[in-house]
């Protein structure tokens, strides 16, 4: 069954650190992979995606991830974080039958 | 414009009661899909619905049932609401990303 792993469950920078969140799936097929954020009190949106193509791709500002398929791993990235990044970032991916799975979610919080 | 929507925003139940959350999109999207959101959990699936006509269970579906009443509109329906059923739920209707409604927040006491 496909799966979605975060090991980074709670995350604490300080403002223009680097930031890099780890994202690992279990589906062996073709896949699409997504990178969410969620800002406090509100709902998801999207930050990034990877359909085919370039495996280094970038989102919304400033994240982008990297999708290593020999590593079934689809890593965000952000060289400098802001106050306004402090939100919970979810990885999903989309494997068979269009089933859209989420992992458990990283809480980033970025302090002054 | 409005995406995806979902009704009721807020609601309380009491133990046995039964409600459907309704979600509508008007992306003309194949796909949609109900999640549920608990601390620490991520964002759970219940049920989703690939294309009009079909449904099939996700990781939580014990307690829930659905309806692809059409392409645009994909209900949750808690036949008998338990204490455990108390989460916030997303619907989001998808053809290459998924688009989300703004969340029922659920309180079954």
């Known amino acids: 069954a496909q799966s979605v792993s975060q090991h980074n469950h709670h995350v604490i920078l300080s403002e223009a650190a680097s930031l890099e969140l780890g994202c690992n799936y279990s589906y062996g097929g073709t896949v699409n992979l997504f990178w969410y954020v969620q800002y406090p009190g509100q709902h998801l949106q999207l930050l990034l995606k990877?359909?085919?193509?370039?495996?280094l791709v970038k989102g919304i500002k400033g994240f982008e991830a990297e999708f290593i398929k020999s590593k079934f791993s689809f890593n965000l990235r952000k060289p400098s974080v802001q106050w306004s990044d402090t939100a919970e970032y979810f990885c999903a991916v989309v494997g068979p039958a269009s089933k859209l799975t989420f992992g458990t979610g990283t809480r980033l919080q970025v302090t002054l | 414009n409005a995406g995806v929507t979902q009704t009721p925003k807020f609601q309380v139940l009491k133990t046995g009661q039964s409600m459907t959350l309704q979600c509508a999109q008007d992306m003309n999207h194949n796909s949609m899909y109900w999640y549920r959101q608990d601390p620490g959990m991520g964002l759970r699936l219940i049920y989703y619905?690939?294309?009009?006509?079909?449904?099939d269970k996700g990781e939580v579906p014990n307690g829930y049932n659905v309806s692809r009443l059409n392409k645009r509109e994909f209900s949750l329906r808690l036949e008998s609401a338990a204490p455990s059923q108390t989460s916030v739920y997303f619907c989001?209707?998808?053809?290459?990303?998924?688009?989300f409604g703004q969340g029922t927040r659920l309180t079954v006491v």
């Open positions: 990877y359909f085919s193509g370039d495996p």
């Open positions: 619905s690939a294309s009009e006509g079909t449904t």
């Open positions: 989001a209707s998808s053809d290459f990303e998924a688009f």
